[in-house]
């Protein structure tokens, strides 16, 4: 991704601007550590297509809810799972993180971006409540959740979660299939199937449409 000034001038006359932000964080065997994010790129390329705007490079750090399980502290499907997961590197205090998506949202106005819509491709509880609260404290910021309002209830790498990333990048479907992956992995005893078995593109294309869809109307009443 790259902007020269004259595209970015142009951009910030017409005042908005995407920030794509996902998490870098365990997803089971079957997806990319990179998924949220990932699927927050994808969805701000759609959303910039039917209103324009600026789409930052994606933030891949967040926060989340964590509790101390045996002295060790347990962010995020840690909590869930009771043990550290390998590839979760986007944890940050919540007050660093505030002040960051608050200092970002400062400098985009101060360039002319009248509203920055932070699109989140993480839905911890944590890592939303924590966005909430830089909106309140920055003008022009708004928090738009894509997984709000959906016919279907997502969870975390499960098969809906699976079908969005192959239907935003097909090429996922062949490289998570081809993968042998043993019953005892973490995430499909925690679910108790293989999720891959219950996607599909065609339903994440589905999801997909319905999650811009939901997007765009939030979106218009902030323009």
């Known amino acids: 991704m790259k902007t020269y000034l004259k595209d970015f001038s142009k951009m910030a006359k017409r ?3 995407y920030l794509p932000i996902g998490t870098l964080e365990w997803h089971g065997n079957h997806l990319p550590i990179e998924t949220d994010y990932l699927v927050a790129v994808k969805l701000c390329e759609m959303l910039a297509k039917k209103k324009p705007g600026y789409i930052l490079p994606p933030m891949y750090l967040g926060t989340d809810k964590h509790k101390i399980v045996n002295n060790k502290k347990l962010v ?3 909590r869930y799972l009771g043990k550290k997961l390998a590839g979760n590197l986007y944890y940050l205090d919540p007050a660093l993180f505030e002040k960051m998506i608050v200092s970002l949202g400062k400098n985009l106005k101060s360039q002319g971006f009248k509203k920055i819509f932070l699109i989140a491709g993480h839905a911890g509880s944590g890592h939303l409540n924590t966005l909430a609260k830089a909106v309140k404290k920055q003008s022009g910021l708004v928090l738009v959740n894509p997984w ?15 079908s969005i990333l192959w239907a935003c990048y097909p090429e996922e479907k062949i490289i998570s299939r081809k993968m042998k992956i043993p019953a005892s992995d973490d995430c499909f005893r925690f679910y108790g ?4 078995k219950k996607a599909s593109v065609g339903l994440g294309r589905k999801i997909l449409k319905e999650m811009v869809e939901n997007c765009l109307r939030e979106i218009k009443k902030y323009l």
């Open 76 to 78: 995020g499907m840690d």
């Open 15 to 17: 005042g908005i601007a």
């Open 193 to 196: 199937y293989d999720p891959r």
């Open 148 to 162: 709000e309002n959906l016919n279907i209830d997502a969870k975390h790498a499960d098969e809906y979660e699976t």
